[in-house]
């Protein structure tokens, strides 16, 4: 019977589900975060596993990537690591693939920043992820409080799917969105 808990513990053990001994110690909320640290999407907790994001009513960018991942978009971080310019915004951006798509994503600090850089776009090259696609192939903008992304996609199918997630607004503290 111990070689059978062990063995469970062994499995289990890599998500942190034992603790000493064959004996499962119960993994709460509150056990849970303070085991995370505040850092990106992919840092690491202290069981090994990522870390999730602590919720914070604005939005970064390890929480634009996991609520793509938990609407099922399977984001992919671009593999160059390349930050994303796009005239005439001020920031640098990060881009993700989304399937055949791929989604620019612009972090600032406030809303009110997001408004002023966004004011410099030319918004006859974007259409709104409300509107039918047009032969110009316009790239979709996305906006949430301080988040503003750009998905290339003639999906429309994808398009609704990612300002679904996005436009939900960003996760906030108590909200129980980390997991």
Same mark, same amino acid.
């Given at each position: ?5 062990? /063995? ?21 909320? =509150? ?12 840092? &690491? ?23 793509? =991942?938990?609407?099922?978009? /399977? ?28 989604? =620019? ?28 696609? &047009?032969?110009?192939?316009?790239? &979709? ?26 436009? /939900? ?11």
């Amino acid at each position: 019977m111990r070689s059978i808990i062990a /063995a469970s513990c062994g499995v289990l053990g890599l998500i942190g589900g034992c603790r000493g001994g064959g004996q499962q110690k119960p993994v709460t909320a =509150d056990s849970r975060v303070a085991a995370t640290s505040n850092g990106p999407s992919g840092a &690491t907790n202290a069981g090994g596993g990522k870390a999730p994001c602590r919720p914070t009513g604005q939005w970064t960018d390890c929480a634009v990537f996991e609520r793509l =991942d938990q609407a099922g978009l /399977a984001p992919r971080r671009d593999s160059s690591g390349a930050k994303v310019e796009l005239p005439p915004l001020t920031g640098a951006g990060t881009r993700l693939t989304l399937g055949n798509s791929e989604l =620019d994503v612009f972090i600032y600090p406030d809303a009110a920043s997001r408004e002023k850089d966004e004011a410099r776009l030319d918004h006859k090259q974007y259409i709104e992820a409300s509107d039918e696609p &047009t032969l110009r192939g316009e790239a &979709t903008l996305i906006r949430n409080v301080n988040l503003l992304a750009v998905l290339h996609s003639r999906s429309d199918h994808q398009r609704e799917r990612v300002s679904d997630a996005l436009t /939900a607004g960003p996760p906030t503290p108590g909200s129980g969105s980390a997991r």
